[in-house]
């Protein structure tokens, strides 16, 4: 059974950090995080390949946020620093398909997590 389960959401100051996960269960694919602001589309921040080798950053979070996973353990991180207002969102981590090639495209991925709230507020 394919399971997402993403954890590590909360408030933060901006300039602080937070780093989010997500456990993954069923299958070994390129994992993806997402984030949807109410009213707004969904939008691809991150990716990381099956290896843990090839990873992909939107232009927004490159240099402040970091992927990567532990197949040991199944697990997929987002590490956050220097966050901003901007980037309040629910973040979702989900499966773009056997590669991250289409991970920008948030409708071909087949498998998603609950969502988890992050919220960078003064």
């Known amino acids: 059974q394919v399971q997402l389960v993403e954890s590590g959401g909360g408030s933060v100051q901006p300039g602080g950090s937070l780093k989010l996960s997500c456990a993954v269960s069923g299958f070994t694919y390129a994992i993806g995080w997402y984030r949807q602001v109410p009213g707004e589309e969904r939008e691809g921040v991150s990716c990381i390949s099956r290896e843990g080798t090839i990873t992909y950053y939107a232009e927004s979070v490159k240099g402040r946020f970091t992927i990567s996973r532990d197949n040991a353990k199944n697990m997929v991180s987002l590490q956050m620093n220097n966050l901003k207002p901007e980037d309040t969102a629910v973040y979702y981590c989900?499966?773009?398909?056997?590669?991250?090639?289409?991970?920008?495209?948030?409708?071909?991925?087949?498998?998603w997590g609950q969502g988890t709230q992050v919220t960078v507020s003064s």
């Open positions: 989900a499966a773009p398909g056997v590669n991250c090639r289409y991970y920008t495209s948030p409708r071909r991925a087949d498998y």
